[in-house]
Structures are given as structure tokens and as C-alpha cells.
């Protein structure tokens, strides 16, 4: 049996280890909304709560799961950023905030998102939806078929672009599991959202940004605001920061400056007390000795992400453990698993990932064994 080394290497982080299922904290914060919600989107951790599953108009943060299914059109290849979309009556005739998309235009799928992500343009949702879905109601339909898949208990879809509609309600909660699944599936997105000041046809419509936090927020990258007469104002406010993505979800406040004004209250407390301990898939870990293969040596990395959040004022020690065997044998693929990487806490693991081959080594050849002996022997008979 292989002698397996194991590294100790002791990060400087000086945090407590948290677990999976930790109850979110009620500082005293200073949030003026009737639900707000902060949560770190790598674990689902929630850090802090208000009336989390309160049933509320959600305004055009519904416009996060018009964003997340177009995404997912466009994984699945059933569109891409190239596709032109045609605009429809039903499309222009939408009100609010619009980007006075005509019947008969013809707009990119980039541009669309642009317009929703950016403008919150509602006549871009129904367009898209309908060239996704056939129809706004089906792709309705479709919303509501992902928000069950979510867990989304407190949300009811009526509408593609969250337009005041008896029925159509969400929680702060849901809206933080849309919002994760966007970022986490699909994080691409925020070329989208963290879009300032743009423009369509060429220039001649000019887009700003809704979310005023993407401008003057250290980290903020999205997500999408929103505000109606019902539903007043709301905000899925996203930050990432030292490898930390927060989501602050803020809705039903007074006011358009207090929704983020909360909002950044949140994030700031976020990043005030927490962190992230771990890496990331293909984060390379460290190099293992190659026996008869065409190369000596090996460069493992990371199957999969190795993230833990942690506290930042409790100061406990995260340890990580790299256990790799002191060679590996030739031939290898990319892939093969060689090694594991470990989080742990006092001896307790607590994450871990596979450690995995970057590349393929060939088994080394007779002849070139022969030739490479034969030029060690040369080498050292000349030195």
C-alpha cells in the first residue's frame, strides 16, 4: 500500500468555523423594510432575517427569474446571445419602466438582457418569454415550474416582469434562492448587471443603471431593483468580496434611498463579521511525483469547490489537510482522481474535495526509458 503524506498547512485565518445549518443572527441593524435578508450565497447561510417568508409583490426583482430561465435557455443551447428576437404587440404595449421596444423590431437576446438587467425594461421580458416559451403565459408557467424546483414555497408568478397583479407574490427568502441559483448556475450574469451606463439601436437609447449600488458599492455586482405603488421598493443587492458573494435582500421599504441604504447595511455587516475558508473547483493544489511516465512530475487540483463560512470575532483556527500518495504511477488522464483536499476544525472535517490529474501522462515508452537513462549516463560521465 502507497504511503500517503499529509500536509498540514494552518491558514492565518483566525475565524470560527460555522455550520451548514447555523440560525441566522438579528443584529441591531438599522433596516427600514418590512422583510430583509442577508445570505452568502456559496453555503445558502443565512446571516440575517425579517420576516423572511412574508408573501410580498415583488415588484421587478420578478425579473431575476426571467433572467435565470433566458440563462438557461442559453446553456441548453435553445438560444444564444446572437438570437434576434422579434418584438410583438404584447411586448410594446407593456407600461412602466420599457425600452420602447416596437411590434416588428428585431433585437438581439443580448440585447434584451441588457435591457432587462440594466433598465428593467418590461416589454423585454414579454419578448423574450415569448421567444423562449411561444407565449407569456407559458413561460409564466415555466417560472413558477422552476420556483417549485427552488423551494420557493411563498412565490406565485402571474407576470414575466413583476407589473402589480392579484396573486403575484414572493418572500425575501425566495427572492435570495432565485438570486443564488442566477449567480451560482449562471455567473455570466453579472457582465449584465454590473453594467452602469450603456445604450441600444446604435447609441440612440440610452440605459442606466437601477441599482445605484453598482456604482458606488465597493464588490457590487447586481442584481436587480424594483418598485411599484404596491410593492414600493425593493432590491436584490449582490456584492462579492475576498472570494465572499452576499446577497442582500430588502423589500417593501418607504423609499428608494432606503432600500439601499438597508441593503448596504446588510452587506456591510456581512463583510464586517464573515469570510470564506476553502477554495474553488479547479483551484491547483500541489504537484505529486510521476513514476515511469513521460513526465516526472503531476499538478493536481480541486474536483470541486471546498468552501466554509466562517466568523470572523469567534478567531478559531481553520486547518487544511492535502493527502496525496508520494508518487503516482503513469499512465494517468485528466480527471483521475489522486488525493483529497480536507478542511477541518479541531480535527473534525468539515469539506472536502477529490484532488484530481490537470493533465494526461503517458506511460513512458522502452525507447525513450532507454534513450533517457542513456542521457543521465552521458551527462554525469561529462560532468
Not at 418590461?122 to 403565459?137: F, K, L, P, R
Request: with cysteine; hydrophobic share 40%.
Amino acid at each position: 500500500m502507497k504511503r500517503l503524506v499529509s500536509f498540514a498547512i494552518c491558514f492565518t485565518f483566525l475565524f470560527s468555523f460555522l455550520t451548514f445549518n447555523v440560525s441566522a443572527e438579528t443584529p441591531p441593524l438599522s433596516v427600514n423594510a418590512k422583510s430583509a435578508l442577508l445570505m452568502e450565497a456559496e453555503t445558502g447561510t443565512i446571516l440575517y432575517e425579517h420576516n423572511i417568508h412574508e408573501k410580498l409583490p415583488p415588484a421587478s426583482i420578478t425579473k431575476i427569474m426571467t433572467m435565470l430561465l433566458a440563462m438557461d435557455a442559453i446553456k441548453a443551447g435553445q438560444i444564444n446571445y446572437d438570437t434576434i428576437v422579434t418584438g410583438s404587440e404584447r411586448a410594446k404595449s407593456m407600461g412602466g419602466s420599457t425600452i420602447y421596444l416596437d411590434a416588428g423590431e428585431q433585437i438581439s437576446v443580448r440585447d434584451l438582457l441588457k435591457g432587462i438587467a440594466v433598465a428593467s425594461g418590461n416589454d423585454a421580458c414579454v419578448a423574450i418569454a415569448e421567444h423562449i416559451a411561444g407565449s407569456e403565459e407559458a413561460f409564466v408557467e415555466m417560472m413558477n415550474q422552476r420556483a417549485k424546483e427552488l423551494g420557493m414555497n411563498d412565490t406565485h408568478f402571474v407576470n414575466t416582469n413583476g407589473l402589480d397583479a392579484e396573486g403575484h407574490v414572493t418572500s425575501a427568502y425566495d427572492v435570495a434562492l432565485m438570486s443564488r441559483e442566477l449567480l451560482n448556475k449562471h455567473p455570466e450574469i453579472t457582465e449584465y448587471t454590473t453594467i452602469w451606463i450603456d445604450s441600444l439601436r446604435g447609441g440612440q437609447f440610452q440605459l442606466a443603471n437601477t441599482n445605484k449600488l453598482i456604482r458606488f458599492y465597493p464588490g457590487a455586482n447586481g442584481l436587480k431593483t424594483g418598485s411599484t405603488s404596491k410593492a414600493l421598493f425593493c432590491v436584490s443587492a449582490t456584492a462579492k468580496r475576498d472570494n465572499m458573494q452576499l446577497i442582500a435582500v430588502i423589500m417593501a421599504s418607504p423609499t428608494s434611498q432606503e432600500r439601499f441604504n438597508a441593503a448596504r447595511t446588510l452587506l456591510d455587516y456581512g463583510f464586517a463579521n464573515y469570510a470564506i475558508a476553502g477554495g474553488n473547483k479547479g483551484d491547483k493544489i500541489a504537484e505529486v511525483k510521476v513514476s515511469k511516465g513521460e513526465k516526472q512530475t503531476l499538478q493536481v487540483e480541486a474536483e470541486t469547490s471546498y468552501k466554509t463560512l466562517v466568523k470572523k470575532a469567534q478567531k478559531s483556527a481553520v486547518t487544511t489537510h492535502i493527502d496525496l500518495p508520494e508518487q503516482v504511477q503513469a499512465p494517468i488522464k485528466k480527471g483521475d482522481r489522486v488525493g483529497e483536499i480536507k478542511l477541518t476544525v479541531d480535527n473534525e472535517v468539515i469539506i472536502s474535495s477529490p484532488l484530481v490529474a490537470c493533465e494526461d501522462v503517458k506511460r513512458i515508452s522502452l525507447f525513450s526509458m532507454i534513450k533517457k537513462i542513456l542521457g543521465q549516463y552521458l551527462a554525469n560521465k561529462q560532468s
